[in-house]
């Protein structure tokens, strides 16, 4: 009787490892959060990141001059440079085919092909690990390095922190947000992400780009995805909202930390990152109702194409 039970729970811990591993490529490229200080303290936020590549110290030197006369200074995080991983890494990020998934178009990174793209229908061969059509690699450090963050502020113990990207413009002052959480909190109770700006800005003509639908994945359908065009006001200062694109500022709460850590460990990227993190199921996205913090205008980005080297 012994012998079967242990033959059975060794059955069980060996498919538990094969399923759990799945997806977990990524995992291993996660970076530690080095060097951390505590420099800041706002009311009602734990701790404030910025992300920025190293090859772009000038990004984030901009970013904190507009920051500073209010008193906040955010800790640097050094972010995984896209460009800089290997075929290997990156076809070991990439979701892989399964039986049961959908075949659609998607880029692959063979090892073959001298680190350039393959664009063909997702699972077509089997060794590459796939992302949604036309994803770069610099788009994938982007993954990379808010995935470390949260990775860093769930090991912390935050219960609610404040990150961003080193492409922000200031438009009003940001110590009214430790009062806006306030008021947000009173008015819905549990949130899980706050969005400082209305939407992201074209980064040419500086309109709106709005989001009212989602991009597919070959592994999961999300539910109810009429939810994605819906926006409701909320009160005078926020709205809430099913869907947007950009990431450049936004405070999390620890129950939206926890959400995406756990549908990103279970699933892998394959989307960018903003249009990855909507689709999870139960996430509570707030806006405000007007920017305070927002994405600069003519900005330069790596995500399509390399940084400058030094």
């Known amino acids: 009787m012994n012998i079967i039970l242990n033959a059975r729970m060794l059955k069980i811990s060996f498919i538990f490892l094969c399923f759990s591993s799945l997806f977990a490529g990524f ?35 901009k970013s904190c001059k507009q920051l500073y006369p209010y008193g906040i200074y955010p800790y640097r995080f050094s972010a995984v440079n896209g460009w800089e991983l290997t075929v290997e890494a990156i076809n070991d990020i990439g979701l892989k085919y399964k039986p049961g998934m959908v075949r ?9 092909y ?18 949604c059509h036309c994803l770069a690699p610099g788009t994938i450090g982007i993954f990379l390095s808010h995935i470390s963050v949260l990775q860093d502020a769930y090991d912390s113990g935050y219960e609610r922190i404040w990150v961003m990207e ?10 009214i947000i430790p009062d806006l959480i306030d008021e947000l909190t009173f008015l819905v109770g549990d949130w899980d992400m706050f969005f400082t700006d209305v939407d992201i800005r074209n980064n040419s003509t500086g309109k709106y780009v709005p989001c009212k639908g989602y991009a597919k994945r070959p592994d999961f359908v999300p539910a109810n995805t009429k939810r994605f065009h819906k926006k409701k006001r909320i009160g005078k200062n926020f709205r809430k909202i099913g869907a947007r694109f950009g990431a450049t500022s936004i405070i999390y709460n620890r129950s939206g930390i926890e959400k995406l850590l756990n549908f990103f460990k279970k699933y892998g990227p394959f989307l ?22 927002t994405n600069r205008i003519n900005a330069p980005s790596d995500n399509g194409t390399p940084p400058p080297d030094d």
């Open 27 to 61: 995992e291993n490229y996660i970076k530690k959060a080095e060097g951390k200080t505590y420099t800041n303290k706002i009311r009602n936020i734990d701790f404030i990141y910025m992300i920025n590549l190293d090859k772009r110290p000038e990004k984030f030197e």
């Open 104 to 112: 659609i178009m998607s880029t692959c990174y063979p090892p073959d």
């Open 114 to 131: 001298n680190g350039q793209p393959r664009h063909e229908l997702f699972g077509k061969d089997k060794n590459c690990g796939y992302f």
């Open 166 to 175: 080193d492409d922000i413009e200031v438009v009003r002052n940001p110590n």
């Open 272 to 293: 960018p990152y903003d249009m990855d993190n909507y689709i999870v199921n139960g996430i509570k996205m707030y806006t405000v109702s007007k920017d305070i913090i």
